[in-house]
């Protein structure tokens, strides 16, 4: 308790010149270049959503195998989570950096040249395997050169590169698969995997010298901020070795692990179908769809930024997350029955909903698990949570063929959203305290 208090007074502490400094330079010279790297690693991930309406026809793909695709990414994604964390402690940051993103670059761009579903099915592991670790190297890099107080800030800004990516690359997707009259003469949907891919691979070789290996070899750092990060950056005190059987045990990790699945479930569910289904439901230009499809996520960027943001302020955490999930399935359930400009609003509430409570969720695990078992908690809570991308995407492809119609997939969707809000409620009124294993509290 003691040394809680001390690192809150630490925290809460002026910062001094030098701090000040050291964070502008960290934020300027690597958040944002990882922000960056993150927004062509979304893009390249989900810009298969757009694609599909030309792209499935002309490779023969069943809704079924569409979804089945679009979720085996995440076989790879999750394989690679841990081996690509101790490869890049191993070769370095740089080089691994630039190793992950040749290979999904190079995998994004033969995209442009797909053939056949073994091939659709090959590249999108060969992508969920080169994306898999960037996300948690990422946070392992930057820690590097971040003290605790700045640990949130210097996280968040790569993180909010996700939404980002698809409100900018909707339409700018929509409006290359709309070029067939490109300079080699490829259809849209070729030439805008081709267009999107190839930067990553630019990208890359940037990289490789961008970004120094440890903060004494950053060239941009004077001699008095590389001395500050040696004495105050987040990985100076390390935790002791994680409790993987305390973290199992808790029941808490399970409900956590639940209602992140569910959360990040609908959002999948979302991120691959809506494009298509908005297709179905209005008559529209593929211009017209990327701006419409764009719309939820302006909405979740902006829940994204100011829930988060409140939840801290009020100290409260249950009903941040509870009550705007609600918001988004109820939104979506009922955008099924609503004229085409009433759908589009509600499009826009859902995303809003469904990024405040994404933007909340790990408030509540991490506050929660204790430093044990906290590394072992919150990886499991992200695995579960990334393997509904394995499975919603293909569920929604499989009772699409069945019905010809998306109402029971959006409802799909709605109901995951609402079962994440039911459990987050359960929760609170349960009392996390009567549940959680004693050293989690």
């Known amino acids: 308790m003691q040394a809680g208090v001390a690192a809150g007074a630490e925290a809460n502490a002026p910062a001094s010149r030098v701090e000040e400094s050291v964070r502008g330079k960290v934020r300027l010279r690597l958040a944002y270049a990882c922000t960056l790297i993150m927004f062509m690693s979304s893009l390249d991930r989900v810009n298969v959503s757009f694609a599909a309406h030309q792209m499935n026809e002309a490779v023969g793909l069943s809704p079924s195998l569409y979804g089945f695709g679009a979720g085996i990414f995440f076989v790879g994604f ?56 960037l996300a948690p190297g990422m946070v392992l890099y930057l820690s590097g050169f971040t003290s605790e107080r700045d640990r949130a800030g210097n996280f968040a800004a790569p993180m909010l590169a996700i939404p980002i990516s698809i409100v900018l690359g909707a339409p700018i997707s929509a409006w290359l698969m709309s070029m067939h009259d490109n300079p080699l003469g490829l259809p849209g949907w070729r030439w805008m995997f081709l267009i999107e891919g190839l930067p990553t691979i630019l990208l890359a070789i940037l990289a490789l010298f961008h970004f120094p290996r440890t903060p004494a070899e950053a060239k941009w750092l004077t001699s008095e901020e590389k001395a500050w990060i040696a004495e105050n950056n987040s990985m100076r005190v390390r935790p002791s ?46 211009v017209e769809v990327g701006f419409v499809a764009a719309l939820p996520w302006v909405g979740a960027l902006i829940g994204m930024f100011w829930n988060p943001r409140h939840s801290d302020k009020t100290g409260e955490r249950f009903w941040h997350v509870a009550l705007p999930a609600l918001v988004a399935g109820a939104a979506y359930a009922i955008a099924v029955w609503t004229p085409p400009t009433v759908s589009i609003v ?61 109402t029971i997939p959006i409802y799909i969707v709605g109901l995951l959203l609402v079962m994440a809000a039911a459990l987050t409620v359960w929760a609170k009124f349960a009392g996390a305290r009567s549940f959680a294993a004693p050293d989690a509290r």
């Open 346 to 406: 509600l499009l826009f509430i859902g995303g809003l909903g469904l990024g405040a409570a994404q933007g909340a969720f790990w408030a509540i695990p991490t506050k929660l698990f204790s430093p044990a078992v906290m590394a072992t908690g919150i990886v499991a809570v992200n695995i579960a949570g990334s393997s509904s991308g394995m499975i919603t995407p293909w569920l929604i492809g499989v009772v699409r063929e069945r019905t010809n119609d998306f």
């Open 78 to 133: 999750l394989i690679a989570q841990f081996p690509s964390v101790y490869l890049l402690k191993l070769i370095s940051a740089p080089r691994w950096f630039f190793t992950l993103m040749l290979t999904w670059g190079a995998a994004a761009t033969a995209m442009a040249f797909l053939q056949s579903p073994e091939m659709y099915y090959a590249l999108r592991v060969v992508l969920g395997l080169a994306e898999g670790g």
């Open 241 to 286: 070795a994680p409790r993987t059987r305390g973290a199992f045990t808790n029941p808490w990790l399970w409900v956590s692990a639940a209602i992140w699945f569910c959360l990040l479930g609908g959002a999948y569910g979302i991120i691959f179908w809506l494009p298509q289904v908005i297709r179905q439901f209005a008559d529209l230009s593929e």
